[in-house]
């Protein structure tokens, strides 16, 4: 068993071992037609439908998503318990991804602010509030490294780099697994859709897959995740709910993984259009050899396999394999002892407490020309402008489970009860995707009679996440004109961002004085925000996922290799664009403070180090201005020659550092040379002996420069 968040542990150590082997009988007890029900997984619509009742009877599923509440999880899982002839309990699936009723900020979001315990504890609480609800087991973390923002799942993992998604993932694991059982998807390389199209092919180099792809799934698998979604893409041809290399080779053989596989919705089914199986049958024989032990939603290993086990051409082993990792997942989960699970709900007003600090730390300030902000509260007039600006829908993003639009506190409700004192003018100006200028004429005058302008522009919750990809990544609608309409009363403006992606945002980083993204930041939005722009909070959010300055320009990320012509400005036959700098918008790493830190003195020790060794880089960063903020002092190495090209930079390590106005700090980060591996000519993870430059920076293209030895 791997290990397992604490409570869950608790559980599995009851469980064992006198339970244990009573699931070897239970499974000698069991008809073949009982064990493909195991391996069985249906979607429900709130509640389960009679006929989802009857195979629950006939021991014919091993379990059911949203089914939602325990006045609806109790009654199916006593028929599960009392009527079906072995009285298995049913493990009770949901997407519990940023939040069940207490909408957190979407993932993308928190990981920006490169706070893993407030990952944890957002999955905590939202893993507490599911499990009053009757449900046990939640598809999340959503682990998926992306670099293309056209793809709408960018939203719901932690962007782009592999270090920073390690720490979410394993920190979201821990927090769900404290009651419900976690999920990491999508195995793997979902996020390598070409053209950034969902569901797309990807063309993952072996080497790229576990560098960049896989590292965020051994990470959840060494917190001891419980189970593990394949993905819906293939990869090189070789999809991945039928690619025994990801899911056996890799993800058991080599990381050790004793958990359960299961497929992503008709993901099984799907192998006939990938055109890698011709019958049912055929597509559920290979993803069950191939390791994906439950099938969701294709209804396939219940339906098409018990003949194929008996002629053999399935092994019985192959099937008792699958079953009993489900059952014993259902033993740690405590499910037989407790099959209902009840479970006290948390407190309302410490959750709504965890929801905005996790808001406020993920709001990331890009841009504060003048020091616009943080707005004076004793401004006397400021306008509230945009579609997103009142709006309690999109904040809650693309995943909201339960949340409501009820709980959410829009930008303009959170000024209005920040500044009481203010004259607050409201104009909608236009929808998200509106075609009409309309409303331009009431949001121009309600700028002119401002002191300040704040416009909420953005997305939709529903414009990222699954299935919504974009071909263009600028505002929606007539939303720039509106912006450009507005900026022209010259009348100051913050420009307030809600996305769920990096957005292409050259004209307002041109034109606008100050821009805030905060995403989408679920129920306490109107607070945080507030906070942010009237400097209760000092900003410390940072990039997880590179801003492009143009579409062309994707997929763009920090962490490339170096080409044999790197850019020169003056050469014109350099790796670079002829209409475009290389650089990007706004870095990974990046994020601004109403306060400026400085970083000096940067040293590395020991010198020259071993593979078994730890360097220590320290470095004093000050607080040069007025405020009190928070720094995210962020590592990166770079090998300098290794026999496969090196990246430019990998984040290696991090630390958020409080400093009131004036003082400095000398802060320790530290590095383990075995992390410094990349993968090898011969196809193994390797560190080589030679020179590694080291990084401490604000962000991904800027810091001091150091180095070490790493000497055999
Ligand atoms: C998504 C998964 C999700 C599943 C169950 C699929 O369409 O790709 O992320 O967990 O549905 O709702």
Redesign the pocket.
């Known amino acids: 068993m791997s290990r397992l968040g604490h409570t869950l542990l608790l559980a599995a150590l009851l469980a064992s071992p006198a339970a244990a082997q009573n699931l070897d009988s239970l499974l000698a007890r069991m008809t073949l037609e009982e064990k493909l029900g195991q391996l069985n997984l249906l979607?429900a619509d709130g509640r389960a439908s009679p006929q989802q009742m009857q195979l629950v009877r006939a021991g014919k599923l091993g379990g059911l998503?949203?089914v939602i509440g325990a006045e609806n999880t109790t009654p199916v899982q006593r028929i599960a318990v009392t009527e079906s002839r072995l009285k298995i309990p049913l493990l009770f699936?949901l997407?519990v991804i940023h939040g069940f009723r207490t909408i957190f900020p979407i993932p993308l979001a928190e990981a920006g602010t490169f706070d893993p315990e407030v990952a944890e504890a957002t999955a905590r609480a939202a893993g507490v509030e599911a499990a009053v609800a009757g449900i046990n087991w939640t598809?999340?973390p959503?682990v998926d490294i992306a670099r293309d923002p056209r793809w709408g799942?960018i939203a719901?993992g932690s962007g782009e780099d592999p270090y920073l998604g390690s720490l979410m993932a394993a920190a979201r694991v821990r927090g769900f697994q404290q009651t419900i059982f976690a999920?990491a998807?999508?195995f793997a390389g979902y996020g390598a859709a070409e053209g950034g199209r969902d569901y797309n092919e990807t063309e993952i180099s072996a080497r790229t897959m576990r560098e960049i792809y896989l590292p965020p799934f051994k990470a959840a698998v060494d917190a001891g995740v419980a189970s593990i979604?394949s993905a819906?893409n293939d990869i090189a041809g070789v999809p991945a709910s039928g690619n025994a290399w990801l899911t056996d080779t890799v993800l058991r053989r080599e990381w050790g993984f004793t958990g359960f596989v299961v497929s992503?919705?008709t993901s099984v089914m799907e192998l006939l259009q990938h055109g890698v199986a011709g019958s049912q049958a055929e597509a559920g024989r290979r993803a069950l050899t191939a390791g994906v032990d439950m099938d969701?939603?294709s209804g396939i290993y219940t339906d098409a396999l018990a003949a194929l086990v008996r002629s053999n051409r399935i092994p019985m082993a192959v099937v008792d394999t699958a079953v009993m990792r489900v059952l014993r997942a259902k033993l740690y989960l405590g499910l037989f002892r407790d099959p209902y699970r009840s479970r006290t709900a948390p407190a309302g007003p410490e959750l709504r407490a965890l929801a905005r600090r996790a808001a406020r730390e993920s709001i990331v300030l890009l841009k504060n020309d003048r020091a616009l902000l943080p707005l004076d509260p004793k401004t006397a007039t400021i306008a509230v402008i945009g579609p997103l600006a009142d709006n309690k829908e999109e904040p809650l993003g693309p995943w909201h489970t339960q949340g409501q639009a009820q709980d959410v506190v829009t930008v303009l409700q959170g000024i209005r009860s920040r500044a009481s004192g203010v004259q607050v003018v409201y104009a909608q100006g236009a929808g998200v995707e509106d075609t009409s200028t309309a409303g331009f004429a009431a949001a121009v005058a309600a700028a002119k009679r401002a002191n300040v302008a704040v416009l909420v522009l953005g997305e939709r919750g529903d414009m990222s996440g699954?299935a919504a990809s974009r071909s263009s990544l600028g505002l929606p609608g007539v939303q720039q004109q509106l912006l450009e309409a507005v900026a022209a009363t010259g009348t100051p403006l913050v420009l307030v961002l809600m996305n769920g992606r990096p957005l292409i945002l050259e004209w307002a980083s041109d034109h606008v004085p100050a821009i805030v993204e905060t995403w989408f930041l679920g129920v306490e939005a109107g607070n945080a925000i507030a906070d942010v722009l009237f400097g209760d909070v000092n900003p410390s959010g940072r990039l997880p996922v590179t801003f492009p300055r143009v579409l062309g320009q994707v997929p763009l990320y920090y962490n490339h290799r170096n080409t044999g012509r790197p850019y020169e400005a003056n050469n014109k036959f350099t790796s670079k664009y002829v209409d475009v700098p290389n650089t990007p918008r706004y870095p990974f790493g990046f994020g601004l403070s109403y306060t400026t830190f400085a970083y000096s003195d940067l040293k590395v020790s020991p010198a020259r180090a071993r593979v078994s060794d730890t360097v220590t880089a320290t470095v004093t960063v000050a607080n040069t201005g007025k405020r009190e903020g928070t720094e995210v002092v962020q590592l990166y190495v770079r090998d300098e020659v290794a026999s496969v090209s090196p990246r430019v930079r990998e984040l290696k390590a991090f630390q958020r550092v409080t400093l009131k106005p004036g003082e400095s700090r000398a802060v320790s980060l530290r590095v383990a040379v075995r992390d410094l591996w990349f993968i090898g000519l011969d196809m193994k993870p390797v560190v080589e002996p030679g020179t590694f430059r080291v990084y401490v920076g604000p962000n991904s293209s800027e810091g001091l420069e150091a180095g070490f030895e790493c000497i055999p």
């Open positions: 979607s998503f949203n699936g997407d598809y999340a959503m799942r719901e999920t998807k999508h979604m819906f992503d919705w969701m939603q699954e």
